[in-house]
Nanobody, 120 residues
Framework: QVQLVESGGGLVQAGGSLRLSCAAS????????MGWYRQAPGKQREWVAV??????SYVDSVKGRFTISRDNAKNTVTLQMNSLKPEDTAVYYCYCNARVIATMNSGTYWGQGTQVTVSS
């Protein structure tokens, strides 16, 4: 099994920055992609960013403001969020697509979520 633990959420004023981190732990797995979703109150969960094989992708609303990075050796992923806007307020969830080596079964694993609140 893969466990994901996020950190780094909080309250920030519009225009400010926050850095989210996520660490994957467990044994016997191989991670393919790592990324982030978010869910604002009353809205569906929205994909934000992903990194896999050195390639990063972003939802249009965060391009140029958010940067995703990954440390493959440590199985961590970071989301640097700059120029934050009130509409970025949401619970941010880390996820990864991983394969259990023993069974060759793949799955998606989720963190518990971290709150990001941007005040105007």
């Amino acid at each position: 099994q893969v466990q994901l633990v996020e950190s780094g959420g909080g309250l920030v004023q519009a225009g400010g920055s926050l850095r989210l981190s996520c660490a994957a732990s467990g044994s016997g797995f191989s991670i393919n992609a790592m990324g982030w979703y978010r869910q604002a109150p009353g809205k569906q969960r929205e994909w934000v960013a992903v990194t896999t094989s050195g390639i990063s992708s972003y939802v249009d609303s965060v391009k140029g403001r958010f940067t995703i990075s990954r440390d493959n050796a440590k199985n961590t992923v970071t989301l640097q969020m700059n120029s934050l806007k009130p509409e970025d307020t949401a619970v941010y969830y880390c996820y990864c697509n991983a394969r259990v080596i023993a069974t060759m079964n793949s799955g998606t694993y989720w963190g518990q979520g971290t709150q990001v609140t941007v005040s105007s």
